[in-house]
T-cell receptor
Framework: QKEVEQDPGPLSVPEGAIVSLNCTYSNSAFQYFMWYRQYSRKGPELLMYTYSSGNKEDGRFTAQVDKSSKYISLFIRDSQPSDSATYLCAMSADNQGGKLIFGQGTELSVKP | GAVVSQHPSRVICKSGTSVKIECRSLDFQATTMFWYRQFPKKSLMLMATSNEGSKATYEQGVEKDKFLINHASLTLSTLTVTSAHPEDSSFYIC????????????FGPGTRLLVL
């Protein structure tokens, strides 16, 4: 079993839809949770960063962390065609020197 | 912001030659940088952790003599692919974390390597 599981998709939604992306993990030591967006042939771009449990909102994006269930989510409201990309969850633990463990990435396509 | 650059963005080389890729943190210092490799439609595979002023730490299965890493300053790490072969063709990405927030990493734009 991988440390971090993420449905690779692809996920296709119409413009304006609410998108829900999820990751599960097995290592209870993870404390830092991130979502990255990666466009084709580009480096990943940090979208959201959350420490421990809770919710964080930034514009159309909301990140949720449920440590009791070992489950994290990213919600995108009013999705736009420009949101079409691969979304990667990543997480790390203390004393790991910043090493990130990535999910497989979910490919999202928002149709106009 | 936190900007990380990579150079070159694309490189084509002949089999047997060596290729150097640079990773720079432009507006912050990074004692630790990371090198990843990514295959098409796959996630990022961590190759090694680059530490300023000391030897890099390689992940299991990554040949340290083939992928030489040098982190000579707080803003520059280099990855040299030695004696490149076609199977080394890939997308190489570096990342760097601010020293006070090591868990938040910022990625470079990546370098696409094609070995003929």
């Amino acid at each position: 079993q991988k440390e971090v599981e993420q449905d690779p998709g692809p996920l296709s939604v119409p413009e304006g839809a609410i998108v829900s992306l999820n990751c599960t993990y097995s290592n209870s030591a993870f404390q830092y949770f991130m979502w990255y967006r990666q466009y084709s042939r580009k480096g990943p771009e940090l979208l959201m960063y959350t420490y421990s449990s809770g919710n964080k909102e930034d514009g159309r994006f909301t990140a949720q962390v449920d440590k009791s269930s070992k489950y994290i989510s990213l919600f995108i409201r009013d999705s736009q065609p420009s949101d079409s990309a691969t979304y990667l969850c990543a997480m790390s633990a203390d004393n790991q020197g910043g090493k990130l463990i990535f999910g497989q990435g979910t490919e999202l396509s928002v149709k106009p | 912001g936190a900007v990380v650059s990579q150079h070159p963005s694309r490189v084509i080389c002949k089999s047997g030659t060596s290729v150097k890729i640079e990773c720079r943190s432009l507006d912050f210092q990074a004692t630790t940088m990371f090198w990843y490799r990514q295959f098409p439609k796959k996630s990022l595979m961590l190759m090694a952790t680059s530490n300023e002023g000391s030897k890099a730490t390689y992940e299991q299965g990554v040949e340290k003599d083939k992928f030489l890493i040098n982190h000579a300053s707080l803003t520059l790490s280099t990855l040299t692919v030695t004696s490149a072969h076609p199977e080394d063709s890939s997308f190489y990405i570096c990342s760097a974390g601010r020293d006070s927030y090591k868990e938040t990493q910022y990625f470079g734009p990546g370098t696409r390597l094609l070995v003929l």
